[in-house]
Nanobody, 125 residues
């Protein structure tokens, strides 16, 4: 079994930065493909960024150039560095993982089996 624990959510002002972490516990071999998703109040959960087992990354257009996804295999931790935050980035952020994800579906919610509980990011103007 796999457990994903998100850390790092906080309240910041527009233009600020945050780094989210997702610690993987359990069967690490089942988390070769990982991603970050977010869900704003009253909206659908959307893919933000994804990284595959080779370190290739994908980003939603809305965060391209501002967010960076990375993975430290030695620490079993996934990161999301968020810069130039905007009020529109306010949401609950979720970490997701699976053994295999088709590359062009990496930002699709249904592509992932394992999910964390989420961490709240609030950006004020």
């Amino acid at each position: 079994q796999v457990q994903l624990v998100e850390l790092g959510g906080n309240s910041v002002q527009a233009g600020g930065s945050l780094r989210l972490s997702c610690v993987v516990r359990g069967d690490i071999s089942s988390t070769l493909f990982m991603g970050w998703f977010r869900q704003a109040s009253g909206k659908e959960r959307e893919g933000v960024a994804a990284i595959d087992r080779l370190g290739r990354t994908d980003y939603a257009d809305s965060v391209q150039g501002r967010f960076t996804i990375s993975k430290d295999n030695a620490k079993n931790t996934l990161y999301l560095q968020m810069n130039s935050l905007e009020p529109e980035d306010t949401a609950m952020y979720y970490c997701a993982a699976d053994l295999w994800v088709t590359r062009h579906l990496s930002l699709l919610r249904s592509s992932y089996k394992f999910w964390g509980q989420g961490t709240q990011v609030t950006v004020s103007s």
